[in-house]
């Protein structure tokens, strides 16, 4: 069992910037490659980016594409998102991940534990 801790959500004017983090419980973490998704009110949840195990190889949607970073310390834990330029449309809660599939998937079916979310709100 893994349990997921993000936080850093909140409230941001659009072209704003925010940092995401989501802590891991358990010392395995390594052994896991890492996600975020969001979900909009009345939408489904969707794929925003993903980290494979070492982080050497990540993954984004094309609509986050440039604006949006992740990254992870296996030492700490911890896997970040990075969103800069944010627009109104980017608001969601975020939800991070972790998946077997070690070299790192955008299938939200592939990944095992989830944490509670974080909300973002982009106002305009």
């Known amino acids: 069992q893994v349990q997921l801790a993000e936080s850093g959500g909140g409230l941001v004017q659009a072209g704003g910037s925010l940092t995401l983090s989501c802590a891991a419980s358990?010392?395995?973490?390594?052994?896991?490659?890492m996600g975020w998704f969001r979900q909009a009110p009345g939408k489904e949840r969707e794929f925003v980016a993903a980290?494979?195990?070492?982080?050497?190889?990540?993954y984004y949607a094309d609509s986050v594409k440039g604006r949006f970073t992740i990254s992870r310390d296996n030492a700490k834990n911890t896997v970040w998102l990075q969103m800069n330029s944010l627009k109104p449309e980017d608001t969601a809660v975020y939800y991070c991940?972790?998946?077997?599939?070690?070299?790192?998937?955008?299938?939200?079916?592939?990944?095992?534990?989830w944490g509670q979310g974080t909300q973002v709100t982009v106002a305009s």
């Open positions: 980290i494979s195990w070492s982080g050497g190889d990540t």
């Open positions: 358990r010392r395995t973490f390594s052994t896991y490659a």
């Open positions: 991940a972790a998946s077997r599939v070690i070299a790192g998937t955008t299938n939200h079916n592939a990944y095992d534990y």
